[in-house]
């Protein structure tokens, strides 16, 4: 990546301060002023508009037996994001850098060098008169319904190039072309994407995605489908080749709005050739993931409380293709079984409930099983976690996450291991003693 002058002298000065400063911007933070940092746009007259977009993040973590090791582990992840949005008229403009660092020892064995990247870099059209539609080019954020299929273009730690910060996984857009427009009651998404190497059987970016899906809501009856298909292409022999079906649904009860039920599933078709994704190289891709759920959210009650259970499925030799991170315990299942299995060959009871003590509170607890499809009968591990979400201000957030999780002979017995142990020497090995988990998580955004 090429910088121009100016921002590289920018990147210097990022660079010594991500070293050396950022557990005192973490209290800096904590202790801010409700408005610390507002800035006003820079060129306020109308039709033109300045949004600047700078955030930091930071995620503090202890695991006392991370991969199930016995090997404790502590460490810290920044990430900060500093660019802005331009705006005329029907044209817009994104630039938005990040810098990232790992600080200590993480389970991954990723090391602790700060690497920067462009966050964002596109150009938009969103016409609003006539036919309305929004074409967006460049590096965007691409998220498609749940994100149980796409919604995070770098999965972090899986490339030479993007070891650092893996845990809270950062860096999330695409290289894509992408086309949005409504016709009648319908929407449509279409898009391209380049995959990128972190996504890649070859670990190279030589493959692309591309398709469309169409979504429809019922506001009076607080519904919402949709279906899409996509194909996924690469030069390469060591990454697969299918096509994608997604089809996916949430239905509230009539009469009884506050109880739901949704689900999705997806389906891949085609040839497998990476011996990491299939059973045997070369074979026939017929593989399929899904997840249902039962909800209720009964936010006219006191306190809002609100509770769900659900069944996630990956056939054996499911491939993930972009799956993204939604929010806690979607798509990750478990703070530690899910980074070993990988999103395939897996089936996983799931269930949570909470409540909101106050409007900028909220407090829930969750549950995951996992165990395998095909592979030794009984389950990995069992996790429990409880969250607590404190949302302080339009400019502050705090999460802070405390967790068990509990291998059992399963584990043990599949033959699974750390897959970062392919690229990191200090990665940690897979074991069998149990985990206790502590997440502090504080961010900050203008």
């Not at 039709?47 to 700078?54: A, D, E, M, R």
């Not at 996504?199 to 398709?211: A, I, L, T």
């Not at 929010?327 to 909101?356: C, H, M, P």
């Amino acid at each position: 990546m090429v910088f121009p002058s100016r921002l590289m002298g920018y990147a210097r000065t990022v660079v010594r301060w991500l070293g050396a400063r950022h557990l005192i911007v973490v209290a800096l933070l904590v202790a801010s002023p409700a408005h610390a940092g507002e800035v006003a746009s820079v060129i306020p007259a109308d039709p033109y508009s300045f949004k600047p977009i700078v955030s930091l993040t930071n995620y503090g973590l202890y695991e006392s037996s991370p991969f199930f090791s016995g090997n404790e582990r502590a460490w810290l992840e920044t990430s900060l994001r500093f660019g802005g949005k331009f705006e005329y008229k029907c044209f817009g403009f994104e630039a938005v850098g990040i810098g990232v660092r790992t600080s200590g020892r993480d389970p991954y064995g990723s090391g602790n060098t700060p690497q920067f990247d462009f966050d964002t870099l596109y150009v938009q059209w969103n016409q609003t008169s006539g036919l309305p539609f929004k074409l967006t080019i460049g590096r965007q954020p691409l998220v498609i319904g749940t994100q149980f299929l796409i919604g995070d273009g770098v999965y972090d730690g899986f490339h030479r190039g993007y070891t650092e910060a893996v845990y809270h996984s950062p860096r999330r857009s695409f290289d894509a072309a992408r086309l949005e427009f409504d016709a009648a009651t319908l929407h449509f998404d279409a898009f391209i994407y380049s995959v990128n190497p972190t996504w890649d059987g070859g670990g190279q970016r030589n493959g692309w995605v591309g398709g469309m899906e169409v979504s429809r809501s019922f506001a009076k009856v607080k519904s919402s489908y949709a279906a899409g298909l996509f194909y996924r292409d690469s030069f390469s022999n060591l990454d697969n080749n299918m096509w994608l079906v997604d089809l996916r649904g949430e239905q509230h009860y009539p009469g009884l709005d506050d109880f739901y039920v949704s689900g999705e599933w997806v389906g891949e078709f085609g040839r497998g050739n990476n011996a990491a994704y299939v059973t045997t190289p070369n074979q026939n891709l017929n593989e399929h993931a899904w997840h249902g759920e039962v909800g209720w959210q009964a936010d006219d009650l006191p306190l809002k409380p609100f509770a769900e259970a659900g069944y996630v499925y990956y056939s054996a030799d499911f491939t993930p293709v972009a799956t993204g991170f939604s929010d806690w315990g979607k798509w990750y299942l478990g703070n530690q079984i899910d980074w070993i299995v990988f999103s395939t060959n897996t089936r996983i009871i799931r269930a949570e409930a909470g409540f909101w003590p106050d409007k900028k509170v909220k407090l829930r607890a969750q549950y995951h099983q996992t165990r395998l499809v095909s592979g030794p009968n009984g389950p990995l591990s069992d996790e429990v976690s409880v969250i607590g979400e404190w949302f302080v201000n339009d400019h502050l957030w705090v999460n802070a996450l405390v967790g068990y999780s509990m291998p059992h002979g399963a584990l043990a017995a599949s033959g699974l291991t750390n897959p970062f142990s392919f690229l990191n020497a200090d990665a940690v090995p897979v074991g069998n003693k149990a985990s206790v988990d502590f997440i502090l998580a504080v961010g900050i955004n203008f």
